[in-house]
């Protein structure tokens, strides 16, 4: 079956301007992640969603920064007024239950976004 | 905030060698994972741990959930070329979802 995909893979836009990245879990996984990933670092995550609603932000840098899901499905990131700091790639994820269970988290492969 | 410490940064090793790596946490994790990235990829899950002194295996590697909960270890054995790529541990706490990662681990093996 398909897995979780992102797109566009790679953006690159200029500073100040907005931008919005898409996610598409797995087919019937409840739970949703965006984490972000600077070069040659680790993962930061950003937001949890529980279906539509999103129950830790906690990760949001700022104000900035925003997301949504819809349906329980598609999920998006919207970065305002970008900024050359905000260059990473932002990487999405999705498990079956989430919540209080352990469930595994599978990755997308991410959107590469260059802020110049 | 949680904070977890990976090392070492990069490894480069002849293939056939064993390798090890390791996570140190300030904080108690629940979970211990490892995961693996290729370039270009998201991360792949390589093992899960659940219990504090839980020692896992999954083909040539092994893992372990230190009895503190604040530590883990990776070693891969005999390892071959398509074990190049960048592994991460990662931890869950009680804020359920969420993963802190490591910093990466870079492994270059040498045929």
């Known amino acids: 079956g398909a897995g979780v995909s992102q797109s566009p893979s790679n953006k690159v836009t200029e500073k100040g301007k907005d931008v919005e990245l898409r996610c598409d879990p797995i087919s019937g996984h409840t739970a949703l992640y965006w984490y972000r990933q600077s070069l040659g670092q680790g993962l930061e995550f950003l937001i949890y969603?529980?279906?539509?609603?999103?129950?830790?932000k906690s990760g949001l840098p700022s104000d900035r920064f925003s997301a949504e899901r819809t349906g329980g499905s598609v999920s998006t990131l919207t970065i305002q007024r970008t900024q050359q700091e905000d260059s990473a790639v932002y990487l999405c994820?999705?498990?079956?239950?989430?919540?209080?269970?352990?469930?595994?988290?599978?990755f997308g492969p991410g959107t590469r976004l260059t802020v110049l | 905030g949680q904070q977890l410490n990976q090392s070492p940064q990069s490894m480069f090793i002849q293939e056939g060698e064993d390798v090890s790596m390791n996570c140190t946490s300030s904080?108690?994790?629940?979970?211990w994972l490892w995961y693996k990235q290729d370039p270009g990829e998201g991360p792949v899950l390589l093992i899960a741990?659940?219990?504090?002194?839980e020692l896992t295996s999954n083909g040539r590697l092994t893992a372990q959930f230190g009895i503190t909960r604040k530590d883990s270890f990776l070693n891969i054995s005999a390892s071959i070329p398509s074990d190049v790529g960048i592994y991460f541990c990662a931890g869950r706490g009680t804020s359920y979802g969420k993963l802190t990662f490591g910093q990466g681990t870079i492994l270059t093996v040498h045929p």
């Open positions: 904080s108690i994790f629940n979970t």
């Open positions: 969603f529980q279906g539509n609603s999103a129950p830790d």
């Open positions: 994820a999705s498990s079956l239950v989430g919540g209080s269970v352990p469930d595994t988290q599978y």
């Open positions: 741990l659940y219990k504090a002194g």
